[in-house]
């Protein structure tokens, strides 16, 4: 069978048709996809002039004030950390001189703390911590065992000062009760960061 001659007129006017319509479809994504480019570029191209435009000056100023207000907040931080091991380590000290004190049946009557300056000794440089100590027992041999006991359980310690005041049992009357013996010391102790 042969397709007549008007069929065929029609099949080529159809696909010529077809042809068309998908080329003028694909005419019309290019355009749209064309203008999207143009504009992504127009916009790359304002950012760009207000980039060109800004002051680097102003910019770096801003960097530099933030940077020296950063390292502000680290010395901070480094002073405070320094603070609370000062008080960590007093704390701790001060519970080895009250353990030593109730080991010794001493009655601690005052106990004051203050750090010291960094000291360089031999080189390596030491923190330090400063205790005024006050206390009494009812005979002097107690309070020695406990200035020994102290200085036993904290070897990177020094006295600086002792004072005692033991009473004159000559100067009590007979069935009076002797006064008890006194103390007060003044110990460095040296640590480590």
């Known amino acids: ?17 077809v042809l068309l319509a998908l080329g003028f ?22 950012t760009l002039d207000v980039v060109r435009e800004a002051d680097v000056g102003e910019i770096e100023a801003r960097i530099d004030e933030l940077e020296s207000r950063k390292r502000s907040a680290e010395a901070t931080t480094a002073s405070l950390e320094m603070r609370f091991r000062d008080y960590t380590h007093t704390i701790e000290i001060a519970e ?5 004190a109730k080991e010794t049946n001493v009655t601690m009557s005052s106990l004051a703390a203050m750090p010291g300056e960094p000291v360089d000794l031999n080189g390596v440089t030491y923190r330090q911590i400063r205790y005024l100590i006050g206390g009494e027992a009812p005979v002097g041999p107690q309070l020695m065992s ?12 020094d006295y600086v000062a002792v004072e005692m005041e033991i009473p004159d049992a000559a100067a009590v ?18 640590y480590l960061d």
């Not at 479809?25 to 304002?46: M, W």
């Not at 406990?146 to 310690?157: G, H, I, N, Q």
């Not at 009357?173 to 013996?181: A, K, M, Q, R, S």
Request: proline share 3%.
């Open 25 to 46: 479809h694909y005419y019309r994504d290019a355009k749209s996809e064309q203008a999207e480019l143009t504009q992504a570029i127009a916009t790359a191209r304002h």
């Open 146 to 157: 406990f200035s020994m006991k102290v200085t036993d359980e904290l070897r990177a310690a």
């Open 173 to 190: 009357e007979e069935g009076d009760e002797l006064p008890p013996t006194l103390m007060e010391m003044q110990l460095v102790v040296y």
């Open 1 to 17: 069978m042969k397709a007549g001659k008007s069929f065929l007129w029609i099949l080529t006017i159809g696909v010529t048709a």
């Open 96 to 100: 080895i001189i009250f353990e030593a």
